[in-house]
Structures are given as structure tokens and as C-alpha cells.
């Protein structure tokens, strides 16, 4: 496996397992990952067999940490960041529209892009101590587009959004269960047979009835639409974005100047 990482697809059963194989660097994505797992979400599509998806990360440290920051390095302009965000709405798109249900399977970090992955799956189990959030604002400085917001404000709530976005906190596992974000927290020594049992449930119940479910959902999610190009492209293209990047990478903290 080369530095790029991988998502590879197994089934199962009538089960798919998507697993994001980067445990080195949390499982961060790079844009071969998100291509596997839009080739991994079209192989199930064209399985009439399978009928439940479970997404999980490698090596039991991480879900997904957000994308890789190599990606943004080549960043020049507020157009690269239009660009970035319309390219990964698609691949996010392509598990939120999958007909199957969908089970994120959390042990430890949900971050930025990971966080969204984990949030239009149709369910999130997770290991106690597991964090979801996106930490933007005294990480990167940028900003995510307004897809990902509606979605996350669908799961979440506006003041919780609001406590990940502004506060940028990491939020416990613990805290998300009350809302029904998170389904189950399992201990570790349990998840494997818990999302079996999930899954054995899922693949009872009559897969046109919940695909109609999750198609409906997903359309009332997307009813509102709203135009913020004009916000990506001032974030992407502040001088903030390139502090936030470059700090990051030096490990360094960011000076922000707000411009």
C-alpha cells in the first residue's frame, strides 16, 4: 500500500465493508481514497445482493481525521477552494445517496471530512472516548460548504454545530447519544459482534421500503438550497487559509490576522 492509502470493499454476506486503510496517518483521506470509495459505492449499486454497507476505519485508532493537508498545499486561489469543496460533495454524495442503510463504525477520531462521511450514514456506532467534530477554526481556516452544513445541522442540531464550528471542541461519543446521532456506544471487545447484530436486523427489513425511506430523507435534507461560493471562495483565498495551512504543517500554532 503506497502513502496514498486505500479504501478497499469487502462482502460479506449480504454485507459490504468499506474500510478506509490509512492507520499511519488516521486514516486521513487523499484523493485516491475518496476515489475508492466512490468506486466501492458504485459496486454496491450494481449488487442486487447486498443490503447493508458498513464504513469503518483501520487500525481502530481513528474513523476518518478529515483530508489529508497535502491536498491543500497547491491551493492558490478562492477558485481551488470552490473547486475542493464541489469535489468532495460529490464523493460524500455518493454514500449519502447509496439505497442501502449505512453504519459508520467510530472507534476514536470522526474529523472534518471524516466527520461528514460518518454524518450521512444512516447510523454511527461507536467506542467510548470517540470523537466527532471539525475543528477548523484554530486548525486550517477554512470553512465547509453548505452541504455538509445542512447535513450536519439535520443530525446535530444548530448549537451543537455551532459548539464544533465556533468552539471548535472534539465532542465525546458520550455527548452525541441523547440525539440519537450516535445509535450505540460499545465498548471495544463488543463492537465487532454489535454491528453484526445491526447489520442482521438491517438485512431483515424490506430493502424498497427503506430505500424509499432514505431517498425521501435525503430530499427533504436538499429542499433548501443556498449559494455560498462567494463565502468559499473568500475563505479559500484569505491569507488566514495559508497560515492555517502552513502552520499546520510546520506543527506550529496559526496567526490569525483575519484577512
Not at 106 to 116: I, K, L, P, R, S
Request: aromatic fraction near 6%; include cysteine; charged fraction near 20%.
Amino acid at each position: 500500500m503506497s502513502n496514498d492509502g486505500q479504501v478497499t470493499l469487502n462482502i460479506s454476506n449480504s454485507v459490504a465493508h468499506i474500510t478506509f486503510d490509512r492507520p499511519r496517518a488516521r486514516n486521513a483521506m487523499t484523493w485516491r481514497m475518496y476515489e475508492d470509495m466512490a468506486d466501492a459505492c458504485e459496486t454496491i449499486r450494481t449488487r442486487d445482493d447486498i443490503r447493508v454497507a458498513m464504513l469503518r476505519g483501520a487500525g481502530g485508532k481513528a474513523f476518518i481525521a478529515g483530508t489529508d493537508i497535502a491536498q491543500f498545499a497547491d491551493f492558490s486561489t478562492g477558485e481551488d477552494g470552490i473547486n475542493y469543496e464541489t469535489r468532495i460533495a460529490e464523493f460524500v454524495g455518493g454514500v449519502a445517496s447509496l439505497p442501502i442503510p449505512t453504519v459508520a463504525v467510530v472507534e476514536g477520531w470522526a474529523v472534518g471530512g471524516g466527520m461528514a462521511i460518518a454524518s450521512v450514514c444512516d447510523f454511527r456506532v461507536a467506542t467510548p472516548g470517540a470523537r466527532f467534530g471539525v475543528p477548523i477554526a484554530r486548525t486550517l481556516g477554512n470553512c465547509l460548504a453548505e452541504g455538509n452544513l445542512k447535513v450536519l445541522v439535520a443530525t446535530l442540531g444548530l448549537p451543537m454545530v455551532k459548539r464544533m464550528l465556533l468552539l471548535a471542541d472534539m465532542v465525546p461519543a458520550e455527548e452525541l447519544t441523547a440525539n440519537g446521532y450516535v445509535h450505540q456506544l460499545v465498548a471495544p471487545e463488543e463492537i465487532d459482534s454489535a454491528i453484526a447484530a445491526l447489520a442482521e436486523q438491517l438485512s431483515s427489513h424490506a430493502p424498497v421500503t427503506m430505500d424509499a425511506s432514505k431517498t425521501v430523507l435525503n430530499r427533504i435534507i436538499e429542499a433548501t438550497e443556498v449559494e455560498d461560493h462567494d463565502i468559499v471562495d473568500r475563505v479559500y483565498g484569505s491569507q488566514d487559509f495559508h497560515e492555517g495551512v502552513s502552520a499546520f504543517v510546520a506543527k506550529r500554532p496559526a496567526v490569525w490576522r483575519g484577512r
